[in-house]
């Protein structure tokens, strides 16, 4: 009782209400005064056991919130569309692992579609996406511009070209990706309509079957620039540009208007803002 009252800065009389209104509720004594001291009876003993129990549970989880604000651990859920994911995310990754290394981090990769709706559900931190979003429950931040390039083999008769004119892309068989990725509808905007009458010879999977099928001299493309770094430092590719344009991607970030962001988001949003160009 001594120790109760120096610890809750309580009159002794306001202990023992609190106890009377304990052994009230229970329907049981859980303390008896005997010899001059106060002693447990069992079910007080029973009761002090999970109030243990409970105190440690409750400082336990202060702990581990204060370890999620501290970022000495939670999870970054983050989701992009593929190009994104397999040539520019993994560099970002390694950043922000490089200075919170106890955040675990999971990506998923598809199109923008399929990320948009799991980040609206709360299933994702976080959206890398490249086609246009328009959901009012998510805030929308351009990221960076992409640029786009057309590739074709060291062994195609433009690889020794300075320059293409747009409506020579009509002359060449065409290899494309994934549908869906977007990038026709940027090349609409930037080139015109002479995208949409291309001669397409095969259309393929993912950015590194395109990648094989030029460099194999099964056609022409036009990529993402981040795609063929290695390519045409090995020579396995050329990029030829197109004359009297630029043409791009441009990246958006997403995440819920209306939720709150976890510390680790807030880092990794930050990080992805010195990315920005």
Same mark, same amino acid.
């Given at each position: 009782?001594a120790k109760a009252?120096?610890?809750?800065?309580?009159?002794?009389?306001?202990i023992?209400?609190?106890?009377a209104n304990?052994?009230?509720y229970?329907?049981?004594?859980l303390i008896?005064?005997q010899?001059r001291?106060?002693?447990?009876t069992?079910e007080?003993t029973c009761?002090?056991?999970?109030?243990?129990? #409970?105190l440690a549970?409750?400082?336990?989880?202060?702990?581990?919130?204060? !370890? =999620?604000r501290?970022? &000495?651990?939670?999870t %970054?859920?983050i989701?992009?569309?593929s190009?994104?994911?397999v040539?520019?995310?993994?560099k970002?990754?390694?950043?922000f692992r490089?200075?919170?290394?106890d955040?675990?981090?999971r990506?998923f990769i598809?199109?923008?579609q399929?990320?948009?709706?799991?980040v609206?559900?709360?299933e994702?931190?976080?959206g #890398?996406v490249e086609?246009?979003?328009?959901?009012?429950?998510?805030?929308v !931040? =351009?990221?960076?511009k &992409?640029?786009?390039v %057309?590739?074709?083999s060291?062994?195609?008769?433009?690889a020794k070209?300075?320059?293409?004119?747009?409506?020579e892309?009509?002359?060449m068989?065409?290899?494309?990706?994934?549908?869906g990725?977007?990038t026709?509808?940027?090349?609409e905007?930037q080139i015109?309509?002479?995208?949409?009458h291309?001669?397409?010879?095969?259309?393929?999977?993912s950015?590194?079957?395109?990648?094989?099928a030029? !460099?194999?001299?099964l056609g022409?493309s036009?990529?993402v620039?981040?795609?063929?770094?290695?390519e045409?430092?090995s020579g396995?590719l050329?990029?030829v540009p197109?004359?009297g344009v630029?043409?791009?991607?441009e990246y958006?970030?997403?995440y819920?208007?209306?939720?709150y962001?976890?510390?680790?988001?807030?880092?990794?949003l930050?990080?992805?803002?010195?990315?920005s160009?």
């Amino acid at each position: 009782m001594a120790k109760a009252t120096d610890i809750l800065q309580y009159a002794q009389p306001t202990i023992s209400t609190h106890i009377a209104n304990l052994e009230s509720y229970y329907g049981c004594p859980l303390i008896d005064f005997q010899n001059r001291k106060y002693v447990l009876t069992e079910e007080g003993t029973c009761l002090y056991n999970y109030a243990v129990k #409970i105190l440690a549970i409750v400082t336990e989880a202060h702990t581990a919130i204060e !370890e =999620f604000r501290s970022l &000495e651990r939670g999870t %970054l859920m983050i989701g992009s569309s593929s190009n994104i994911g397999v040539y520019m995310l993994p560099k970002i990754l390694g950043l922000f692992r490089e200075h919170y290394p106890d955040i675990s981090l999971r990506v998923f990769i598809d199109r923008t579609q399929a990320i948009e709706k799991k980040v609206v559900d709360y299933e994702l931190n976080i959206g #890398i996406v490249e086609a246009d979003v328009y959901n009012t429950n998510l805030k929308v !931040e =351009f990221f960076r511009k &992409e640029p786009l390039v %057309l590739i074709v083999s060291p062994l195609h008769p433009w690889a020794k070209r300075e320059g293409i004119k747009a409506d020579e892309l009509l002359t060449m068989p065409f290899v494309v990706g994934e549908q869906g990725s977007g990038t026709r509808r940027f090349l609409e905007r930037q080139i015109g309509d002479i995208i949409n009458h291309v001669n397409i010879s095969l259309e393929l999977g993912s950015t590194e079957a395109v990648k094989k099928a030029v !460099e194999n001299s099964l056609g022409i493309s036009i990529v993402v620039e981040s795609a063929i770094t290695r390519e045409l430092q090995s020579g396995t590719l050329v990029s030829v540009p197109i004359t009297g344009v630029e043409i791009y991607k441009e990246y958006k970030i997403i995440y819920p208007s209306n939720k709150y962001l976890t510390e680790g988001t807030k880092r990794f949003l930050s990080i992805l803002r010195s990315f920005s160009l």
